[in-house]
């Protein structure tokens, strides 16, 4: 008389597919599952006891998120990143023009401030330089 755990016939669920038997591949899974969670609970509690000490001979500043925004720009784009300069947040993005050639940095940055809880769209002044456009061109006709 055979064990039901431990018989080796395949299972065929409803789609047709066949699922291994339940018996000693089962075991086998459990084993292998409960050796990575117990590494893993170990490497965790590492983790947490060599950042406690990082904290406490360099400190920390806890970071939480204050809010989300949407930023709406005139062209189609993919956000790449956004950086802060002084009070200025400088938000970077690709963008496909269709068949003009020709992009300027307006084109592909806009330039924000927070204020309020809002992101509020800035002139283009701080980017607004002879030299940073000629090399913005220049790498985007190279690259």
């Given amino acids: 008389m055979s064990d039901p755990e431990t018989q080796m016939d395949p299972v065929e669920p409803e789609d047709g597919a066949q699922v291994a038997p339940a018996g000693l591949e089962a075991g086998t899974y459990e084993v292998i599952r409960n050796r990575l969670a117990n590494s893993g609970s170990a490497l965790r509690a590492r983790l947490d006891k060599l950042n406690h000490a990082r904290k406490e001979v360099f400190g920390a500043i806890e970071t939480s998120l204050l809010a989300t925004e949407r930023i709406t720009t005139e062209n189609n784009c993919i956000a790449r990143d956004m950086i802060p300069v002084g009070n200025h947040f ?26 309020d809880q809002m992101l509020v769209e800035q002139p283009f002044d701080l980017l607004d330089n002879e030299n940073f456009a000629r090399d913005f061109e220049e790498l985007f006709k190279y690259y």
């Fill in 90 to 115: 400088i938000f970077g993005y690709n963008v496909h023009m269709g068949l003009r050639t020709h992009l300027t940095p307006k084109d592909v940055f806009s330039i924000y401030t927070y204020k």
